[in-house]
């Protein structure tokens, strides 16, 4: 739910930004509906992996978390541009957190391949 308003917000910040800016265009309205199927294929597949292994929305909740990250600091950095006076602490929790989440990797599952491991033979 958050993340669909954090979208909302961030997708009329936008458009406010884009009409103040005059550069309002289709293709960043093309950019936002691209952004909204984007999301509701990762729930989607959130859903289904959830459901294939039997767990208590897991991988939804992690899809959410990272589409809450993403839009609002999106909406904090396009709010800020028209304007508003966003406190220091929030604005750099909200970057590290961006940061985090743009450079975390996958643990490894021990299931990758080694040194000498052919499937050939």
Excluded: H
């Excluded at 961030?10 to 930004?17: H, K, N, P």
């Excluded at 309002?24 to 989607?44: E, Q």
């Amino acid at each position: 739910m958050a993340a669909g308003v954090l979208f909302l917000c961030d997708t009329i910040l936008g458009a406010t930004r884009a009409l103040a800016e005059r550069r309002f265009s289709s293709i960043g309205f093309g950019r936002a509906i691209t952004k909204f199927i984007v999301y509701a294929t990762s729930f989607l597949a959130g859903w289904a992996i959830d459901y294939a292994l039997g767990l208590e929305a897991f991988a939804q909740l992690g899809i959410a978390l990272l589409i809450v990250i993403r839009e609002g600091s999106s909406a904090m950095e396009t709010s800020a541009a028209l304007g508003f006076p966003w406190p220091a602490p929030i604005r750099e929790r909200l970057e590290q957190l961006r940061e985090e989440v743009e450079g975390a990797t996958i643990p490894p599952t021990g299931m990758e391949a080694t040194a000498g491991d052919d499937d050939d033979e």
